[in-house]
């Protein structure tokens, strides 16, 4: 049981001490959960500057295969891609994927698979499973409710949970469960609350970010966020709020 405790200890201090990568699509919200990625990196928020669910919404039901081409700061891409496959002029059924991490030479940090279900208001479902390269697998389900929407704003709440299934025989598998709030004004400017928690570890973590839209056309958008997250847990030292920044670049087809 000490020795145990032990591990888990380590492997926390290691996440803690990790830089949080930074990147936010304009477009779509990306799975959120990689609870193992990269040494546990990011252990209960996958994204940062986006909020804590993994689904893959759209503000209107498509009908035709689309996708988003994502860079991050560390010069890795992600590739996101949803194909309808049965829907009517309210609801959409799409089989959605994803590879992130992409680097030059082929590796990948992750990949997903799974079901997302659209509503045309903005309400949506999902269901996707993760795998990460010697680290684990995932499942997550997923929800999100648009709360409010004009023409200029946006609000919206999402939750999401997810079974994480490590490779490495000391780790059981565990849970991780969050949620947020995500607001934008005219597509331009926008803002997101979220917390995670992942009970295996006693870590909750916490994010407030901010978006802004540099450069947008049908094709492309270019991204400045900011913000700043805090980790809470009895195995790490007191951390206080950190400051996180980027740029992402995102190209749409």
């Known amino acids: 049981m000490f020795a145990k405790t032990f591990i888990l200890t380590a492997l926390l201090i290691a996440v803690s001490c990790r830089q949080i990568p930074i990147h936010r699509p304009s ?5 959120n959960t990689n609870l193992v990625e990269d040494d546990l990196e990011d252990v209960y928020s996958e994204r940062e500057f986006e909020s ?3 689904v893959y919404l759209n503000p209107r039901v498509r009908r035709q295969v689309h996708g988003v081409i994502n860079t991050n700061p560390d010069g890795s891409a992600n590739v996101m891609a ?15 994927g994803e590879l992130s991490g992409v680097k030059p030479g082929g590796s990948i940090g992750s990949a997903t698979a799974g079901l997302a279900l659209d509503n ?6 999902s269901l996707t499973g993760k795998h990460i390269p010697d ?12 709360l409010f929407q004009n023409d200029h704003h946006n609000l919206a709440a999402n939750a999401f949970a997810t079974r994480t299934f490590p490779q490495n025989p000391v780790l059981p598998n565990f849970n991780t469960y969050g949620g947020g709030i995500d607001y934008s004004l ?15 570890f006693k870590r909750t973590d916490l994010s407030a970010m901010g978006n802004l839209n540099l450069y947008r056309n049908p094709a492309s958008s270019l991204d400045f966020n900011a913000g ?14 950190e400051p996180v920044f980027g740029l992402s670049y995102s190209r749409h087809f």
């Open 52 to 54: 804590v669910h993994p």
């Open 228 to 241: 700043v997250t805090k980790s809470i847990s009895p195995f790490i030292p007191n951390r206080s709020w």
């Open 120 to 125: 045309v208001n903005g309400h949506g479902l």
């Open 186 to 200: 005219n597509n331009k400017l926008g803002a997101s609350l979220s917390a995670t928690h992942t009970d295996l």
């Open 27 to 31: 477009v779509y919200i990306e799975d």
């Open 135 to 146: 680290m684990g697998n995932q499942l997550t389900a997923a929800g999100k409710v648009n």
């Open 82 to 96: 949803e194909l309808p496959l049965v829907g009517n002029s309210k609801n959409a059924l799409s089989a959605v």
